[in-house]
Nanobody
Framework: QVQLVESGGDLVQPGGSLRLSCAASGSIFSVNTMYWYRQPPGKQRDLVASITSDGSTNYADSVKGRFTISRDNAKNTVYLQMTSLKLEDTAAYYC???????????????WGQGTQVTVSS
């Protein structure tokens, strides 16, 4: 079994900062690409950022220059540092990870349960 657990969601004022964390645990052989998605109320879930196992990153245009994704491979943990937060960043944030649970197993995508980020004055 593999679990991803997010933390760090909160209510923050516009212009503020927040750091999300997501730790993968369980039967893990290797963690490949890790992701952050978000889903505003009534809208679809979209990719925010991703980071490969060797540290290559990718960002949605809407967060470039404001959000930073990073990871600690020793802890199987991914972070999302969010700065200059805007009202439109309000959403449920989900982490995901492509994980192999043993050497010859396929890489499967696992999801966390989500953490709420609300940007409001």
């Amino acid at each position: 079994q593999v679990q991803l657990v997010e933390s760090g969601g909160d209510l923050v004022q516009p212009g503020g900062s927040l750091r999300l964390s997501c730790a993968a645990s369980g039967s893990i052989f290797s963690v490949n690409t890790m992701y952050w998605y978000r889903q505003p109320p009534g809208k679809q879930r979209d990719l925010v950022a991703s980071i490969t196992s060797d540290g290559s990153t990718n960002y949605a245009d809407s967060v470039k220059g404001r959000f930073t994704i990073s990871r600690d491979n020793a802890k199987n943990t991914v972070y999302l540092q969010m700065t200059s937060l805007k009202l439109e960043d309000t959403a449920a944030y989900y982490c995901a990870a492509s994980i192999r649970w043993r050497a010859m197993s396929p890489s499967l995508k696992y999801w966390g349960q989500g953490t709420q980020v609300t940007v409001s004055s």
